[in-house]
């Protein structure tokens, strides 16, 4: 981890926290709607613009 930017390091560990939030909330019966999976669509689309190094 020594060799990779942090800022690309932070978005890796936000992301595999989400996908570990959306997995407990779905094993326990929670679903999303169709806004809140356009919502998540657009927070995705945001942090993969934000971590292309430029």
């Known amino acids: 981890m ?3 930017n942090l800022g690309v390091l932070y ?5 595999v926290e989400t ?3 959306l997995t407990y909330a779905f ?3 929670e679903g999303l709607t169709s806004r809140q999976i356009v919502g998540a669509g657009f927070v995705l689309v945001g942090l993969a613009v934000v971590s292309i190094d430029g």
């Open 2 to 4: 020594r060799e990779i």
């Open 11 to 15: 978005l890796v560990i936000i992301a």
């Open 19 to 21: 996908l570990i939030v």
């Open 27 to 29: 094993s326990i019966g």
